[in-house]
């Protein structure tokens, strides 16, 4: 109650939850809300204006721009959120069993992480896209494969400075199971800091998406994805430069949101942690 309270309190964080939570809901919504159907083909209205019929104008096929953009919710951020789980699933539960069990464990599990930060995180992305094929399961595989190892060496580190506090070693000397002291104790210590490690990385993913999506390694036409919006616009972006303006400013908003909203949770989350030192 106390973390909520300030996050109450603290206005960035609460405008950038209802941006957040705004963007969520017109996803979700869709189907409902959107004019006309995202994909269909109307060359009559090939790079019509904006109108009231079609309140941001349409594209090189005459499709409308604003259903596109309300689909693309559905493609670029609730992909991305997926993938953030799947990883933050992988890599916490890795870095907590090495940092909790500690011994050989840990060494090979941390080798392994050595290993995977060593490449460049955009080159490795690329090089498993290009290996596995053009798709967005196998773009979410690549997101996921490069930065669970970052996570799981994250979270060792935490899992470890409250392995020593005084009710975790209380815990362990009166022979209280593993998997206890992982699900009461640890867990709850470092679910804070997967949350703000959580909200900074959907902004990182979300831009993954879109840039392999725009260079034609990710999500194909004619679905509504923003990044793949982008690509479409680009060789008119000077006849038609609002093609481009409306998918950019959507990845802009929704990025810019995660980032502000990791800043002042690590904030609230710093001063809470300060009250107690």
Not at 26 to 54: C, E, M, T
Not at 193 to 217: K, R
Request: charged share 15%; glycine share 8%; net charge positive.
């Amino acid at each position: 109650m106390g973390i909520i309270r300030q996050l109450i309190k603290n206005k960035i964080a609460l405008f950038c939850i209802i941006v957040i939570m705004l963007v969520i809901a017109l996803g979700i919504l869709a189907p409902y809300i959107a004019p006309f159907d995202p994909n269909k083909v109307r060359i009559i209205r090939k790079y019509a204006p904006a109108s009231a019929q079609h309140l941001l104008g349409c594209d090189h096929l005459g499709r409308d721009i604003l259903s596109r953009l309300l689909y693309g919710i559905r493609t670029t951020l609730f992909l991305a959120l997926l993938t953030m789980v799947i990883t933050i699933l992988i890599g916490a539960s890795i870095g907590l069993i090495s940092g909790y069990k500690r011994g050989w464990i840990d060494e090979l599990i941390m080798r392994t992480c050595d290993i995977m930060l060593s490449f460049p995180s955009q080159v490795m992305i690329l090089a498993i896209v290009g290996v596995l094929g053009v798709g967005i399961e196998n773009v979410i595989i690549a997101n996921i494969v490069v930065k669970w190892a970052w996570y799981s060496r994250m979270i060792r580190s935490s899992v470890i400075k409250y392995s020593r506090k005084n009710y975790i070693l209380f815990s362990r000397a009166i022979g209280a199971p593993s998997t206890f002291i992982l699900r009461r104790h640890l867990l709850p210590n470092v679910m804070s800091e997967i949350v703000v490690l959580a909200s900074l990385d959907t902004g990182w993913v979300i831009l993954n998406i879109s840039a392999l999506s725009f260079i034609g390694l990710g999500i194909q036409a004619p679905t509504a994805e923003w990044g793949v919006m982008l690509s479409e616009a680009r060789n008119v972006m000077t006849q038609h430069p609002m093609q481009m303006v409306y998918p950019g400013l959507a990845i802009l908003i929704v990025v810019a949101t995660f980032n502000m909203l990791g800043d002042a949770l690590r904030d609230i989350l710093d001063s809470k942690g300060n009250q107690y030192e």
